[in-house]
């Protein structure tokens, strides 16, 4: 059974505001990501990090931020949050083995809406 | 660069046999895998095949693997009405900075009527 977490699950603000969607795991991964899903499905790889102090910028550019101070924990800020911004946001980890077999387990996932 | 394609849809009778292909782009792959999404849930891996496999059999699930066309499918036996969920294929990829991150195809949207 994966254990990870994502907070909260879904998300209604206005314009402007700053945002921290929270992902945390309990599998010890070395390894996170964070996924963006269009309404019609298609995943968007957006930041990844390998470990501790480590953050990666994934295939679609993102005005959102992440962290990594503790292994457990990856959150995602947005400054300023638009109405562009509006998706749902994935959260995964995996045991990383040197890229030749990374099997995922993913949150349940955060729905954002921005009005 | 790396592409994973599927086709969007696939509609099937509770009880058929339901097939969802996928393409990919990278022969490097070592691994590739087939992930289930729920409504409402986050991605669940499914299956997955070693690239030097061409056929992977577990409960319900047949894998196939053609290399030489980069071909992959899914076959799920006696689809049942709690097999509706949309279907990822992904594969590895190999290049550069992005190295070990998987690439998704867009999802196959199953719906299974009864």
């Known amino acids: 059974e994966a254990d990870i977490y994502q907070t909260p699950r879904y998300l209604v603000i206005g314009t402007g505001k700053k945002i921290t969607l929270e992902c945390s795991q309990t599998?010890?991964?070395?390894?996170m990501y964070w996924y963006q899903q269009d309404p019609g499905m298609e995943l968007h790889l957006i930041h990844y990090?390998?470990?501790?102090?480590?953050?990666e910028k994934g295939d679609l550019s993102s005005e959102s931020t992440v962290s990594r101070i503790r292994t457990e924990h990856f959150p995602l800020t947005l400054e300023s949050a638009r109405p562009s911004h509006t998706s749902q946001y994935l959260c995964?980890?995996?045991?990383?083995?040197?890229?030749?077999?990374?099997?995922?387990?993913f949150g349940s996932g955060t729905q954002l809406s921005v009005l | 660069g790396e592409d994973v394609e599927q086709s969007l849809f696939l509609s099937v009778r509770e009880g058929d046999s339901s097939v969802i292909n996928c393409t990919y782009t990278?022969?490097?792959?070592?691994?590739l895998y087939w992930y289930k999404q729920e409504p409402g849930a986050g991605l669940q891996l499914l299956t997955y095949?070693?690239?030097?496999?061409d056929m992977k059999q577990d409960q319900r699930l047949t894998v196939l693997l053609n290399k030489k066309d980069k071909h992959l499918s899914l076959r799920i036996a006696d689809t049942q009405t709690g097999d509706s969920a949309i279907y990822f294929c992904a594969e590895s990829s190999n290049y550069g900075g992005s190295q070990g991150n998987l690439i998704f195809g867009k999802g196959t949207k199953l719906s299974v009527k009864p």
């Open positions: 095949i070693f690239s030097n496999m």
């Open positions: 995964a980890s995996s045991l990383y083995v040197g890229g030749l077999d990374e099997k995922l387990f």
């Open positions: 990090s390998y470990g501790v102090n480590s953050t």
């Open positions: 990278d022969s490097s792959s070592t691994y």
């Open positions: 599998m010890g991964h070395d390894k």
